[in-house]
């Protein structure tokens, strides 16, 4: 069996959200479109709204500040672009960080092949973006600004409330993908002045393909959709809402909000443990902030050691390595290489992501699979960690 220490990529569903989805499958009553008029329909609409104030509570929102969408890909893309084109009037700058999720980076590409002018910002060596950075970016015609809340790489922190209050300060719309920071991180979007906020269901217990944008409900802060349909959700996202996928997401959403301090407490001792077995080893380098880190993820690059084979040797571990990144295509990590690591460095990373599962028993195996992996290719090549 192999050990589940990837949880930044995908977390198993939590047994109450698929009771939740399998009543709703099962319910005849529920099997209406939740945009009709009749008492079905109602009784369908009613498991969708009570899933909206779920996800709001989560973030200090309201209920109709919530869109539901496919996921957090759909949710940027919406947020970027229909940011972007929404404003596009007033101005066409948009300001972005070089370490976001590839999901906004791409929006923020094709925009740039769309007459936008787009500014990237690069974070210093710990993975830190000073907010005094975005303060010095912005223009008269800066419109969108977008910085992630916690990253899923390196699992660094940001200071979203300092960007938010800066951006509102000066009538820009802000955008923070939230995806790894919920049920980790404590979320206010009305407090921490962002506009905009995408969420995942499936990293954090729910299921895959649903996700949601919260648009606060200034209109000054739209977005134009992205596809064309029915009037669905205050007209932004179109197209028939999928009850089941919902309900999901809304009981893994107060499940996050019900075990944020327990789970963030636990799972950050386990890795921090598992930092201290990892970083005794020579040549194990920690990459981003020593502690401006979310509780979940540890990602560490090992000197003298080659990624792919190090990969091979961790194979009875589910971890995610730079040498493999979502694309497959071989490049080392962007994020990485940002942080300064050598592309050596950055393909030689690998990101251990923990969650509710997990043990101490777990961090132990995998310290031991680790070092021994370590080991065995530190003997097979004689280059000396430096
Ligand atoms: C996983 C992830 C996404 C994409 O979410 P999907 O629902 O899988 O499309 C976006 N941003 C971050 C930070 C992520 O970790």
Redesign the pocket.
Known sequence: MTLYLDY?ASTPVDPQVAEAMDRVLRSDLLQANPAARHARGRAARACVEAARLDVARLIGAAGEEIIWTS???ES?NLAVIGAARFRAGRGRHLVTCVTE?P?VTAAFRHLATQGFAVTWLEPGIDGILPPEQVAAALRPDTTVVSV?HVN?ETGVVQDVAAIGALCRSRGVLFHV?A??AAGRERIDAREQGIDLLSL?A??MYGPKGV?ALYVSMDTARRVEPLLFGGGQERGMRPGTVATHQVVGMGVAARLAGEHLTADSAGIRLLRDELWTRLGDLPGVLLNGHPTRRACHILNVSVIGVEGESLLYGLRDLAVSAGSACASGDGEPSAVLRCLGRSDELARSSVRFSLGRGNTLADVDCAADRFSAAVAHLRRLSPATPG
């Open positions: 930044a996921g957090a890909t940027n999720h999901s992630m899923n993908d995806v790894q995942s499936h990293k996700g």
